[in-house]
């Protein structure tokens, strides 16, 4: 029988990046620093690990810490590299400038001054979309 | 969807301080409207497809949507909040990585 090491890896690798998207993402807490992820991840890799010192099956248990490596590798690729790929700040409208006088729709489909809506205190956010 | 979940949570302190909350991205009206119904937003939800204002203040992040095909661009905005009074630019914050969105204590603590 094939050692439980060599499966609960690569599934936990598994769950360790679907949950960051599905839940984990939701709380600054576990979202800015995913450090419910790097521990999950980490028990994937020291399973897969464990599962090949102690298989005698080596193939398939090289390959489960394979797909471990492969999860771990996407879940650190998108978290440090992907999420961080933002074009220059430097373009940014910078403190102090006036606010530029550009008309949008709201969700009801009526026009909304920008400049009409700066004169009072604003919080604007821009955020990536749903598409 | 979060992130403007995260913002209503905090709407009141944002009213409390005075400031009007208004937020901005390439989405469509008509996705806005199901948005701000399905999260109960109680703040405007402003559209920009055509990037005007995310032009204006120099925030289109070419290609964001890697998912969008012609005749979409795929630009989009990159995540940016800016606090604003008397029509200028007070403060803001660019985050770096846009999975790591600005605290809500840090944009009450520019209004004050």
Known sequence: MLPVMVWLGPILA????????ALFLNWPITRDVPWVNLILLALALAASIA??????RRVLAAAGLALTLAFSGFFLWYTYVVSYDLPSAELALDVGAQVPAVVLRDARGQDVELAALSREKLVLVFFRGHW | MSELHGLQLR????????????????????????????????????????????????LRHAKGNPFAEP???GDIARPAVYVIEGGAVKWR????????????DDVLAALR
């Open chain 2, 93 to 104: 914050d660019l985050t770096d990585s846009y999975r790591v969105r600005v605290d809500p």
């Open chain 2, 11 to 58: 709407a009141s302190d944002f009213e409390a301080a005075g400031a009007k909350l208004v937020a901005v991205s390439v989405d469509s009206v008509e996705l806005n409207r199901g948005v701000v119904e399905k999260v109960g937003l109680s703040f405007p939800v402003l559209s920009d497809p055509d990037l005007v204002a995310i032009d204006a203040f120099g």
């Open chain 1, 14 to 21: 598994f769950v360790g990046v679907a949950s960051y998207f």
């Open chain 2, 71 to 73: 005749p979409i661009s």
């Open chain 1, 51 to 56: 599962g090949l010192m102690r298989s005698r």
